[in-house]
Nanobody, 128 residues
Framework: QVQLVESGGGLVQPGGSLRLSCTAS????????IGWFRQAPGQEREGVSC?????????YYIDSVKGRFTISRDLGTNTIYLQMLNLQPDDTAVYYC????????????????????WGQGTQVTVSS
């Protein structure tokens, strides 16, 4: 059974850090691209970062998180991480990971319609 489970969210002060985890089961992260998305109240779901299958190991970040967020993969635990530094109130959202249904494509990896499996989400709140 294909499943993605996110964890690691929480409440942090501005400037703080969190590491989100996305643990996959039923398939190997060696062969699938994974994306991290976020959705703030009243807003559309936004693609934040993507990582290709391990053959290419390509990564992508939207401009607003470049230099602050890092996506990585641990094949031993079949987990994708999103390390988030210097968090700001604008980063507040529910964060989701998802499995890309097509071969990794940087130009498409932030579009929700190219993903076929989603986790349940984890809340990140940045507030003083």
């Amino acid at each position: 059974q294909v499943q993605l489970v996110e964890s690691g969210g929480g409440l942090v002060q501005p400037g703080g850090s969190l590491r989100l985890s996305c643990t996959a089961s039923g398939f190997s992260l060696d062969y699938y691209a994974i994306g991290w998305f976020r959705q703030a109240p009243g807003q559309e779901r936004e693609g934040v970062s993507c990582i290709s299958g391990s053959e290419d190991d390509d990564t992508y970040y939207i401009d607003s998180v470049k230099g602050r967020f890092t996506i990585s993969r641990d094949l031993g635990t079949n987990t994708i991480y999103l390390q988030m530094l210097n968090l700001q109130p604008d980063d507040t959202a529910v964060y989701y990971c998802a499995r890309m249904s097509i071969t990794y494509n940087e130009k498409l990896c932030t579009r929700t319609d190219f993903y076929d499996r989603w986790g349940q989400g984890t809340q990140v709140t940045v507030s003083s």
